[in-house]
């Protein structure tokens, strides 16, 4: 009479442990592939516990009707050598019930039993515990007989990995380093231009890698290098910060300014006006003009109205424009204007004068006769001189007369202030009782000397100095 298994008999337990793969296989995170696989063994160990077992007598089995090992052995075989080898093998060893779980029991096809070490499963028979004990590491047996990895895969822990992560990179359990990135299987730096963030990708030249991300090294922000950030004002020529307040790099690198310019507020500027004199800013005064540079007067005789328009002499910077200082309007200085009864001689205001006289000094002389003024403007006689047709004239005065017991007496002046008629009153008087007086009037260029002959014990006379 056929008896199906229960729940306790050998079926079951095979039904357990391919519910056991299963669930080991979802766990691992085993492709769809291999989970359909365990699937399907759990799928044929049911069906298989649902088969009929004829059971054997004491006499026909030695591993006896009430041994689970004997019911497997049934299960697995039909009657015959095998299935007579497998009850006994049970028999005679009785550590084979020892392992761990019906996962490691692995009977091979003539019969033999195995309990499977550690990290092996029964792979290759037609029924889950029909086989030899296989490695479960492998790319074709990978956690689960049967499960075989795809091409770049390894087998790691009893699962199947790409060799192309960072955490199994080239061989499994090869962690890369923070930055570093799965390349053709080898770790690789992720901050190279090589491989900029991910693998092969390549950075342009004048790029950088950046964080990852190829950058343009010519910018403020990553001037030559990453991170390197320019000071304000500055801009990234060929790489390296640069001043951009410079003739050479005026506002932007290379805009050289020409001969004369200045670099101001990033904009080449002509230093020649009066805005920017010589330096950016410098800004001329009302009435300057930017001179070689300088803020220089436009009122001056040199340079008038414009830098380096030079008056000529006796002209004079009026109201930018050279102008003769000679006029009545312009006499002597800018705007000195002479009266109606003026003019403008060599620079100065005179009165207009009469035939014969000369303004000197605004006053009307007659430059013939005049002592303080004799022949020209300011030309003074000496003391007690005169003007005589334009010229000094310093005169002397001397007298005779017959005096007591008809000795000669005489007297003398020098010089004398006044005329021939002046120095006879003077004789008249110096010798008055005398008779026979005469006078001696007498004018030279330089006044003149009294001379008494030898030893003066002569007659004074006038005569010029020697």
Sequence with gaps: ???????????????????????????????????????????????????????????????????????????????????????????QNPGLSQCTSPLTICIAADGTPSCCPSGQGCCGGALPQLGTCTALDTTQNCGVCG?????????????????????????????????????????????????CGVCGNACVAGQGCCNGVCTDLSTVANCGTC????????????????DLSTTANCGTCGNGCAAGQGCCNGICTDLSTVADCGTCGNACALGEGCCNGTCTSLATTTNCGSCGNACAAGQGCCGGTCTSLNSNSNCGACGNVCSA???????????????????????????????NNCGACGNACSTFGKC???????????????????????????????????????????????????????????????????LGLGTLTCKPAA
Excluded: W
């Design 1 to 91: 009479m056929a008896e199906r298994l229960g729940p306790q008999d050998p079926g079951s337990n095979l039904i357990e442990l391919r519910f056991h793969e299963l669930s080991l296989a979802l766990a691992k995170g085993v492709s769809r592939r291999a989970a359909l696989k365990a699937g399907l063994a759990l799928g044929g160990a049911i069906v298989s516990s649902m088969l009929p077992v004829r059971l054997l007598g004491a006499g026909a089995d030695p591993g006896g009707g009430n041994s689970g090992n004997a019911h497997l052995c049934q299960t697995l075989f039909p009657p015959g050598p095998a299935r007579g080898k497998c009850v006994s093998s049970f028999a």
């Design 147 to 195: 499960v075989a990895c795809l091409p770049g895969e390894a087998c790691c822990g009893g699962v199947c990995q790409p060799l192309n992560t960072v955490l199994n990179c080239g061989a499994c359990g090869n962690v890369c380093a923070a930055g570093q990135g799965c390349c053709n299987g080898t770790c690789t730096d992720l901050s190279t231009t090589a491989n």
């Design 227 to 242: 991170g390197n950030t320019c000071a304000a004002g500055e801009g990234c020529c060929n790489g390296a910060c640069t």
């Design 341 to 371: 009864s003026q003019t403008c001689q060599n620079g100065t205001c005179v009165a207009t004068c009469p035939s014969g006289f000369t303004s000197c000094n605004g006053t009307c002389v007659n430059l013939q006769t005049d002592v």
């Design 388 to 454: 005589t047709a334009g010229a000094c004239q310093y005169c002397c005065c001397s007298c005779t007369g017959s005096g007591f017991l008809g000795l000669t007496d005489s007297e003398c002046t020098t010089p004398f202030p006044g005329n021939d008629a002046d120095c006879a009153a003077f004789c008249d008087a110096g010798l008055a009782g005398d008779s026979n007086i005469q006078h001696f009037y007498s004018c030279f260029s330089a006044p003149g000397v009294c001379d008494a002959g030898f």
